[in-house]
């Protein structure tokens, strides 16, 4: 199919991933790994077609691409359930209820494709590929099921929204020549990608509103549904909050169009408060990685949640506690989106710079604020570790390990949050605001795309002793 073709295939109409002729079961390649995918909404389930395109830009070859099923994590009988169950009644208002995804169909070039679905709640997925050497890549397509449980969930339908995220399968991160397989949680972010490009096509009810990561190509109306297309380069990951409620605020800043996505007239506030962020972190550590902004308030569990160019807000949240979250998931948009870490063995490092950021940007709006964060920060913190000392007369203040060592969301939050945010904090208070908003900026800057670890913040900061005995549980606050 010729390129020219095929473009005005695209322009005409949106359809299922078209079939790209190779002559080879892979072929040379320079550009980022790419999501194409095609989604069709209806109540209670989503239907997907994918095309993965994985260029394999290290030295070894691979035999076969994995992939994460975080939707099975949705399962009735998952061993690694998306909640715990203190918030089983929050995160389920309406009982119990599941989903999880279903592969249809696998293959690569038009020919059916070996895969294996297989860990903990069958949460992987692995495909057979011909020998992808380095330089190489191959084309996976992927038909799939998804089913969304009635929850306050990152998937999920609730009395406000559909939230659309964990839905279709995503790529593995290969770290050591192999993919590593990292298992959910019920807490915390269980996630670790590499950036890659996203087209995408969501089909609708058409009284839906749809948020949504990526800019808008191109919508197409029929008779009862509404086609979105969007555009993500350089991306983390990729999801969608549907409501038929929504209010919509928008203005252009920067050339990077700002939506607020709200179920009171209150949301024009809001907007003003996330443009503020926006154009205080664009100042101070760099450039804003995409042309949308989006955030969606949402019947969602926790305060927030950060995903390339869209954010969760929880309706559940006071004014206050509102624009916390709104400072807190925009910075993440630098410290996740352009820049990223393991979340999964190394949370502090996202979750202790965003809520820094937070802090930046309320210090230079509204001191009250940021006061009031540190204040938190350092009270909770001492509550936990000394009600800690008390139960069990020895506290792991370890922050670098994995989610599924920590005891509890109380353990998690207290580590990977508030004394994070005081490691910055007390490195900003020794140090000061010139040195620290430098090393923040030489941080993204030098580490923009890639995937950071406690060495590039010592390189950015310098100081190794200070960090060093924050994240080894050795400084005493």
């Known amino acids: 199919m010729s390129l ?53 830009r290290y030295d070894t070859a691979f035999d076969h691409v994995d992939f994460n099923l975080h939707a099975n994590a949705y399962c009735e009988n998952s061993t690694t359930k998306p909640v715990t169950d203190n918030n089983l009644a929050r995160a389920y208002p309406n009982g119990l209820s599941y989903g999880g995804i279903e592969i249809l169909k696998v293959e690569i070039l038009n020919q059916n494709a070996e895969f294996d679905i297989f860990g903990d709640s069958n949460c992987f997925l692995r495909v057979k590929t011909p020998t992808v050497y380095q330089g190489e890549t191959v084309e996976i397509d992927i038909a799939f099921k998804t089913s969304i449980p009635n929850s306050k969930l990152r998937l999920g339908e609730n009395a406000y929204a559909v939230n659309l995220a964990d839905f279709f399968p995503t790529a593995c991160y290969v770290k050591d020549g192999g993919f590593l397989q990292i298992p959910y949680s019920p807490f915390g972010d269980p996630y670790l990608s590499e950036i890659s490009d996203y087209s995408v096509n969501l089909t609708v009810p058409s009284e839906f509103t749809v948020a949504s990561c990526g800019k808008p190509t191109q919508t197409l109306v029929e008779e009862l549904t509404t086609t979105y297309s969007y555009e993500l380069k350089s991306a983390r990951d990729f999801a969608f909050v549907l409501s038929k409620d929504f209010k919509v605020f928008s203005q252009n800043h920067d050339d990077v169009t700002v939506n607020y996505y709200s179920f009171s007239d209150d949301g024009e506030s809001y907007l003003k408060t996330a443009i503020s962020a926006l154009e205080f972190f664009s100042k101070n550590f760099g450039d804003y990685p995409y042309q949308t902004l989006s955030l969606a308030e949402t019947g969602f569990l926790f305060g ?142 030098d580490n923009y795309g890639r995937e950071i670890t406690r060495a590039e913040i010592i390189k950015a900061f310098g100081r190794a002793d200070h960090f060093n005995s924050f994240v080894d549980g050795k400084v005493i606050i």
Request: charged content about 20%; overall charge negative.
């Open 304 to 445: 927030g949640m950060e995903f390339s160019s869209l954010c969760y807000i929880s309706t559940e949240l006071e004014k206050e506690e509102k624009q916390n979250a709104i400072a807190h998931e925009i910075a993440h948009q630098w410290w996740h989106g352009g820049v990223s870490n393991d979340q999964y063995n190394s949370a502090y490092i996202d979750e202790g710079l965003a809520e820094f950021s937070a802090f930046l940007f309320f210090e230079n709006s509204s001191l009250e604020l940021a006061n009031e964060m540190i204040s938190n920060a350092k009270h909770a913190y001492k509550s936990f570790f000394d009600l800690q000392s008390v139960l069990s007369g020895n506290v792991d203040t370890t922050m670098e390990r994995p989610l599924s060592t920590f005891k509890s969301e109380y353990e998690y939050a207290n580590l990977s949050y508030n004394k994070s945010l005081l490691m910055f904090y007390e490195y900003y208070s020794k140090f000061g605001k010139n040195k620290t908003l430098s090393a923040l900026k030489k941080l993204y800057s």
């Open 4 to 56: 020219l073709k095929n473009r005005l295939l695209l322009f005409l109409c949106i359809v299922c991933v078209l079939p790209i002729v190779n002559l080879g079961g892979c072929k040379k390649s320079e550009s980022l790994s790419s999501y194409s995918l095609n989604a069709t909404y209806h109540e209670g389930a989503l239907d997907g077609k994918l095309r993965y395109k994985f260029v394999n």
